[in-house]
């Protein structure tokens, strides 16, 4: 049998090595087109602040490990067009200026997603970056730390987790003036008055509301944004995030089922509907739970899992199918940690749920052992009673991580009693007596409908 995997990060790697673990004979090959495979995107922010030292803390496996587990992997090796009828793949090498073709059995894409780019905001210039693979971390990191002025100022457009994480990195390495621009924040209810606090306490310009029309380029040290009110502004430093679609361009036109926006379409097994072509992580359109239908949600943990899963499935072992997401996912801005799950009240009314919503601001601990507040927010449904969404601001990771139980209520279809009856663990240092989790349940809980 021999299995052909594009792409080697999580969904990828996950999946080649669930394959191995029960196949020792099968014949797996990796082709990926950069120069890095598993590695942590999510850790990017880090290395960029220099938190994290060196771009190897990011790497899980080398090559070297990975072949050790007999999965050979081809770096910079691009596959650039596939026949799905004669299952032949066609591969660019960068680094020999070739191209082959190499046949498969098995196919599966992980190809992931690249940094979106709006025909607005195209502009070729020095100081415009993307931070999407470590590649990209590792020039805007070297661009820092070697351009012979200190860049003074740096604008973000684009204000969902990626922008948000970054101003944090810009900050530790000494830049003040920091900007970004968004249409609007990753959190869109009452809970982003929280972020817009620490922002402000942070100097942090935050333009939001606002769209950018226009980049042009000043001098080679200077770039110029202009938005849709006709502020212009100049920046010497310029980070682009406003979002990633996934890689599947090559797949286009070829009869492979995606959504409008690329995302292939599998069913809870990973297969999609061409015949042994299977596909995970970024490039793919998760279920939602909640929402009943198939969306663009790309995230580490559903990409790792859904890659093990379809390794699992062509192995032949005996499965679970893989339930869908409800969602979830979390970040951090400066001293804020931030959480969300679920859907919104519009998205709930949309779906015809009588939905509500409240909004609660508690001690994320015992009084006597701090005194800073976390806030949560719950979507639910007054006349089921089901939670539906929660959003979470806290000032550690322990109050944010409370997200994971509404994750779960969630997953678990739960009703507001159900999570008031919860038996949550309590001492001083960890929570208030009266867990949050409960304040908030028994808060929703007065709206409900007899
Ligand atoms: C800055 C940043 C921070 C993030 N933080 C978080 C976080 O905190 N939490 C979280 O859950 N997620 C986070 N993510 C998202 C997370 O990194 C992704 O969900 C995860 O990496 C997806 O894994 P994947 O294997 O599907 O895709 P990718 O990691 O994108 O890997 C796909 C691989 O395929 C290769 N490839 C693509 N096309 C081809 C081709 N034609 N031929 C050969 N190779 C190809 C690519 O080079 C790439 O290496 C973050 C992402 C970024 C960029």
Known sequence: MEIVVIGGNAAGLSAASAIRRVHQDWKIDVYEKDLYISYGSCGIPYYVSEEVKSLDSLITLTPE?????????????????????????????????????????????????????????????????????????????????????????????????IGLEMLEAYKAQGIDDITIIGPRLVFKTKTQEYILKELESQEIKALLGRKVSKLSTINEDTIEITLDDQTILETELLQISIGVSPATEIFENKNLEMLPNGAILTDEYMKTNIKDVYAAGDCIASYHQILKKHVYYPLAPAANKQGRLAGSVIAGKKVDPYPGIVGTSIFKVFDLYCAQTGISVENAIEMGYDAESILIENNEIAHYMGTKKMS??????????????????????????????????????MKIEDIQALDLAYAPPFAPVWDPILIAANIASKKLTK
Not at 114 to 140: C, G, M, Q, T, W
């Open 65 to 161: 490990k990975i072949e050790k587990r007999k999965i050979p992997v081809h770096l910079r090796n691009e596959v650039i067009d596939v026949d799905f009828n004669s299952k032949i793949l066609h591969i660019l090498n960068h680094d020999m200026k070739t191209e082959f073709k190499r046949s498969y059995d098995i196919l599966i894409i992980a190809t992931g997603a690249h940094a979106r780019i709006s025909s607005e905001l195209k502009l070729e210039h020095e100081r415009i970056f993307y931070v999407h693979n470590l590649s990209d971390a590792e020039s805007l990191r070297n661009f820092l730390k070697e351009s012979t002025k200190k860049v003074q100022s740096v604008t973000i457009i684009g204000a969902g987790y």
């Open 376 to 413: 949560i927010y719950l979507v639910f449904d007054v006349r089921s009673h089901i939670l539906l969404g929660a959003e979470i601001t806290a000032p550690t990771t322990l109050g944010a991580k409370k997200i994971d139980t509404f994750a779960t209520a969630l997953a678990a279809r």
